[in-house]
């Protein structure tokens, strides 16, 4: 529970940060964990505080983590029904239909905040005239729960039966994690 309430709660909400915080008074949600090693904790203290969600600990992962832990599955299947591009995040599907991504698509995925999308009767080739996502943050949340569901689909189906995807994965996973000490 707390785990889908921390990631429902990484759009742009604005709250109360805890006592002392280095990033002010005010700030977006997670700001607080720009703390240095004491961010976690921040981070946890706001949401618990703010929104009165009870967080008993924590596991989080970097982004090299993440990278290394979707190439050690060996890529994570998508759909794409349209052309994508997001210049931020380096997202670039060229075409439609399932797709296996490598760690840096994967990542560009999940950190896409400026969507845009290939529309009826534009050129796929004039990018200018895509529009963006309407629903921008909304969607992108959408998208990393969609992503998240895959890649416990493949770890569960093709990286923990096979013993060298397993070691392979939770070698990723280990080397790339920060958990509390609790």
């Known amino acids: 529970r707390s785990s889908s309430a921390l990631a429902t709660l990484k759009m742009d909400v604005f709250a109360p940060m805890p006592a002392g915080s280095p990033v002010g008074p005010y700030q977006k949600i997670d700001a607080a964990l720009n703390d240095g090693a004491a961010g976690p904790n921040n981070l946890i203290t706001a949401?618990?505080?703010?929104?009165?969600?009870?967080?008993?600990?924590?596991?989080?992962?970097?982004?090299?983590?993440?990278?290394?832990?979707?190439?050690?599955?060996?890529g994570i299947k998508l759909d794409f029904p349209e052309l994508l591009y997001d210049a931020y995040s380096g997202l670039d599907i060229t075409h439609t239909g399932c797709q296996l991504l490598n760690g840096t698509q994967a990542l560009a995925i999940v950190r896409s905040r400026h969507l845009q999308y290939d529309p009826p009767g534009v050129s796929p080739s004039d990018r200018a005239a895509w529009p963006y996502d309407p629903e921008s943050d909304l969607a992108r949340i959408v998208r990393d729960h969609t992503f998240v569901r895959a890649l416990a689909s493949t770890a569960k189906a093709d990286g923990l039966g096979n013993p060298l995807k397993a070691n392979s994965f939770l070698a990723a996973v280990l080397n790339q994690l920060t958990i509390d000490p609790g």
């Open 47 to 74: 949401i618990t505080q703010d929104f009165g969600i009870p967080i008993n600990h924590y596991v989080e992962v970097n982004f090299d983590g993440f990278l290394q832990t979707v190439n050690a599955l060996g």
